[in-house]
């Protein structure tokens, strides 16, 4: 094994201060779920680390955010293990009380207390985060390679410029001063590579407008074949039968069926049912389309998900429900992505209501300044964000609401006139005391699949210059897609867009297994994301890279400068049949929620039945609008 380590460029010792200090480079970790990390496990690796199973996170102030980290997890679990008894009992009162208090500081919070500042006048809010920094799942991953920053999104990613205000997310993006006009670096006159501006549009919603290779492999050898689109898929060693389902699944703007109610209809059955049944394609489309299904929205494969979920993605199958041609663009709205990903439009939600939470007012300086955490918590301010505080206990009683967190290792306790919870469904049907049965109900049906997010500093990238694409997908190995970025030009940072220059290649990984309940699903792969130590995962993903791209002239060792993991054990809603308009009087799961009871909301955007910041801005304003009213009386 250590000589395999040496060859894949993991055998020097790394110590925090050498890894902030200099190029980045990933390190050993220990297998979560327990309540410290084995000895054997730590001793495994002989390189130094600050959590031996959260790995490195990069530098900056998202270095110690890097998705779900073990002391968020554990912090998380002790509500899981039945821990929640004793913490209630010794919560100390602080002595404070709000107005208004929202459990998660994502978009889906930064959303609540948007719309609750707009509606009510001179109220209290405290937004309160069980990860070190704000932004749930919109965070960033930041490396320094070679003098330069280069960034990439723990998950949250793709933008679209509202052309009209149509919705919430419209309305704040419009409000907080956001940018309607981007430039990018652009590299298509230079080295002919079309490049994606997002993460997931070459996926298959743009992937008609990049340039993207498939990998296969035929009698045992790598193959790589670009824009296998472009020609009828002819050079895939698919079956010809496969081939014509594929172009069907694809192109067809077919729509025979005439269902009065066609989302109740569709959301009857499984995606699976409705491509080799209703459909009769080949199961090979199926197994094409279940990793894209997973990670683009829904975290699993279409054997247990809604085929009304698919419709909402306007997925293969689909087009003639929505006159949509994917050989052409998916429309005429741009999609982008900050350096982080969604990141940087949050940053501007926060500066907005906490003006003095980041240094400067242009869209360079909120992108790229440091976060003042000593002004997200300031008493006297009419919105504050508490970071490192997992909600415990939420207990209405007459006229008000009392609040129990756990923080630094002891519980403490607050008291609001309303809260929300902006927070998925798993932890508020855990959190909240004296639940109406219905809610509590419904929440048991809820299902969320695990997800992986994977940035690997590259020291160059003329590896893809060579084959000629700038997204991949392969069936083997390490996950399944991965892609690099066109850079946005954003004041004096910019990143050269060169193939010698240092960039960051963005991996997806699904977790699904197909068979398998849904339930099952997702118990199988949480265990497989969280139980694996970082060390196998960073072996595991130099392997793969020098696997499949070695013939270009890629080498783990000299190419890649560093790797952080972002695990998220629930990224993704994940609605199987019947959540759409499976409850009373042909209802989805949700409605309950959206009423919410007594002084206690609910605005996360897996109400909205789709995880994305769109929703996530609208419920949570939704519920920060209800709270309001409460407070205004």
């Given at each position: 094994?250590?000589?395999?380590?040496?060859?894949?460029?993991?055998?020097?010792?790394?110590?925090?201060?050498?890894?902030?200090?200099?190029?980045?480079?990933?390190?050993?970790?220990?297998?979560?779920?327990?309540?410290?990390?084995?000895?054997?496990?730590?001793?495994?690796?002989?390189?130094?680390?600050?959590?031996?199973?959260?790995?490195?996170?990069?530098?900056?102030?998202?270095?110690?955010?890097?998705?779900?980290?073990?002391?968020?997890?554990?912090?998380?679990?002790?509500?899981?293990?039945?821990?929640?008894?004793?913490?209630?009992?010794?919560?100390?009162?602080?002595?404070?009380?709000?107005?208004?208090?929202?459990?998660?500081?994502?978009?889906?919070?930064?959303?609540?207390?948007?719309?609750?500042?707009?509606?009510?006048?001179?109220?209290?809010?405290?937004?309160?985060?069980?990860?070190?920094?704000?932004?749930?799942?919109?965070?960033?991953?930041?490396?320094?390679?070679?003098?330069?920053?280069?960034?990439?999104?723990?998950?949250?990613?793709?933008?679209?410029?509202?052309?009209?205000?149509?919705?919430?997310?419209?309305?704040?993006?419009?409000?907080?001063?956001?940018?309607?006009?981007?430039?990018?670096?652009?590299?298509?006159?230079?080295?002919?590579?079309?490049?994606?501006?997002?993460?997931?549009?070459?996926?298959?919603?743009?992937?008609?407008?990049?340039?993207?290779?498939?990998?296969?492999?035929?009698?045992?050898?790598?193959?790589?074949?670009?824009?296998?689109?472009?020609?009828?898929?002819?050079?895939?060693?698919?079956?010809?039968?496969?081939?014509?389902?594929?172009?069907?699944?694809?192109?067809?703007?077919?729509?025979?069926?005439?269902?009065?109610?066609?989302?109740?209809?569709?959301?009857?059955?499984?995606?699976?049912?409705?491509?080799?049944?209703?459909?009769?394609?080949?199961?090979?489309?199926?197994?094409?389309?279940?990793?894209?299904?997973?990670?683009?929205?829904?975290?699993?494969?279409?054997?247990?998900?809604?085929?009304?979920?698919?419709?909402?993605?306007?997925?293969?199958?689909?087009?003639?429900?929505?006159?949509?041609?994917?050989?052409?663009?998916?429309?005429?709205?741009?999609?982008?992505?900050?350096?982080?990903?969604?990141?940087?439009?949050?940053?501007?939600?926060?500066?907005?209501?906490?003006?003095?939470?980041?240094?400067?007012?242009?869209?360079?300086?909120?992108?790229?300044?440091?976060?003042?955490?000593?002004?997200?918590?300031?008493?006297?301010?009419?919105?504050?964000?508490?970071?490192?505080?997992?909600?415990?206990?939420?207990?209405?009683?007459?006229?008000?609401?009392?609040?129990?967190?756990?923080?630094?290792?002891?519980?403490?306790?607050?008291?609001?006139?309303?809260?929300?919870?902006?927070?998925?469904?798993?932890?508020?049907?855990?959190?909240?005391?004296?639940?109406?049965?219905?809610?509590?109900?419904?929440?048991?049906?809820?299902?969320?699949?695990?997800?992986?997010?994977?940035?690997?500093?590259?020291?160059?990238?003329?590896?893809?210059?060579?084959?000629?694409?700038?997204?991949?997908?392969?069936?083997?190995?390490?996950?399944?897609f991965g892609s690099i970025r066109a850079p946005m030009n954003i004041g004096g940072q910019d990143i050269p867009f060169h193939p010698d220059k240092p960039m960051v290649m963005t991996f997806y990984v699904p977790f699904y297994y197909p068979g398998n309940s849904i339930k099952d699903q997702g118990t199988m792969g949480r265990g497989e994301l969280l139980g694996k130590i970082y060390i196998d995962y960073e072996r595991q993903i130099r392997m793969h890279m020098n696997d499949i791209f070695g013939a270009a002239g890629f080498n783990a060792k000299k190419d890649i400068a560093g790797i952080i993991l972002n695990r998220w054990g629930h990224a993704y809603i994940s609605p199987q049949p019947g959540f759409y308009f499976g409850g009373p009087?042909?209802?989805?799961?949700?409605?309950?929620?959206?009423?919410?009871?007594?002084?206690?909301?609910?605005?996360?955007?897996?109400?909205?039945?789709?995880?994305?910041?769109?929703?996530?801005?609208?419920?949570?304003?939704?519920?920060?609008?209800?709270?309001?009213?409460?407070?205004?009386?």
């Amino acid at each position: 094994m250590k000589s395999l380590d040496k060859a894949l460029g993991i055998d020097t010792t790394i110590t925090r201060r050498d890894f902030v200090g200099s190029m980045l480079i990933g390190a050993g970790s220990a297998l979560l779920g327990c309540t410290s990390p084995p000895k054997q496990l730590i001793d495994k690796t002989s390189r130094q680390y600050d959590d031996p199973w959260t790995g490195f996170g990069g530098v900056g102030d998202y270095a110690t955010s890097n998705g779900n980290t073990r002391q968020v997890m554990l912090d998380s679990h002790k509500l899981r293990d039945q821990e929640k008894p004793a913490i209630v009992k010794s919560a100390s009162p602080t002595g404070e009380e709000f107005d208004l208090v929202i459990i998660g500081g994502g978009f889906s919070g930064l959303g609540a207390a948007y719309q609750f500042q707009a509606k009510s006048e001179n109220k209290s809010c405290l937004i309160m985060d069980n990860h070190p920094v704000f932004g749930g799942e919109a965070k960033e991953n930041e490396f320094n390679v070679n003098g330069y920053r280069l960034f990439g999104p723990q998950g949250s990613n793709g933008f679209a410029v509202p052309q009209s205000v149509n919705t919430l997310s419209d309305e704040v993006y419009r409000t907080i001063g956001m940018p309607m006009e981007y430039a990018f670096s652009d590299s298509k006159e230079d080295f002919g590579i079309r490049t994606p501006y997002d993460s997931y549009d070459a996926m298959y919603w743009g992937e008609n407008k990049f340039d993207v290779g498939y990998h296969f492999r035929e009698n045992g050898k790598s193959n790589w074949i670009k824009n296998i689109w472009k020609d009828d898929l002819k050079r895939t060693p698919w079956s010809d039968d496969l081939k014509k389902d594929m172009l069907r699944a694809f192109r067809s703007q077919e729509n025979s069926f005439s269902k009065k109610n066609l989302g109740a209809w569709l959301d009857s059955m499984t995606y699976k049912d409705f491509l080799e049944i209703e459909l009769g394609l080949d199961s090979g489309v199926t197994n094409h389309l279940d990793p894209i299904l997973a990670i683009a929205n829904y975290g699993f494969g279409c054997d247990v998900i809604s085929a009304y979920g698919a419709y909402l993605l306007a997925l293969p199958g689909m087009q003639g429900f929505h006159n949509f041609d994917p050989t052409s663009s998916l429309t005429d709205q741009k999609i982008y992505s900050f350096p982080g990903g969604n990141t940087t439009y949050l940053r501007h939600i926060v500066k907005y209501l906490i003006p003095d939470s980041i240094k400067g007012n242009s869209f360079e300086d909120i992108t790229y300044n440091k976060i003042n955490f000593s002004a997200l918590d300031k008493p006297g301010s009419s919105t504050r964000i508490r970071l490192n505080s997992t909600a415990v206990d939420v207990y209405e009683a007459n006229d008000h609401v009392k609040i129990v967190y756990y923080r630094n290792g002891k519980s403490e306790s607050i008291i609001a006139k309303s809260v929300v919870l902006a927070a998925p469904g798993f932890m508020a049907k855990n959190v909240v005391s004296k639940m109406p049965q219905n809610i509590y109900q419904n929440y048991n049906r809820f299902h969320h699949g695990p997800a992986l997010v994977v940035n690997v500093a590259l020291n160059n990238w003329n590896f893809l210059e060579k084959l000629g694409f700038s997204a991949g997908r392969w069936y083997d190995g390490f996950g399944y897609f991965g892609s690099i970025r066109a850079p946005m030009n954003i004041g004096g940072q910019d990143i050269p867009f060169h193939p010698d220059k240092p960039m960051v290649m963005t991996f997806y990984v699904p977790f699904y297994y197909p068979g398998n309940s849904i339930k099952d699903q997702g118990t199988m792969g949480r265990g497989e994301l969280l139980g694996k130590i970082y060390i196998d995962y960073e072996r595991q993903i130099r392997m793969h890279m020098n696997d499949i791209f070695g013939a270009a002239g890629f080498n783990a060792k000299k190419d890649i400068a560093g790797i952080i993991l972002n695990r998220w054990g629930h990224a993704y809603i994940s609605p199987q049949p019947g959540f759409y308009f499976g409850g009373p009087s042909n209802t989805g799961l949700t409605d309950p929620m959206k009423k919410g009871h007594g002084r206690i909301f609910y605005g996360h955007s897996e109400l909205g039945s789709r995880m994305n910041y769109r929703n996530a801005i609208s419920e949570g304003g939704r519920a920060g609008e209800q709270a309001a009213k409460i407070v205004q009386g």
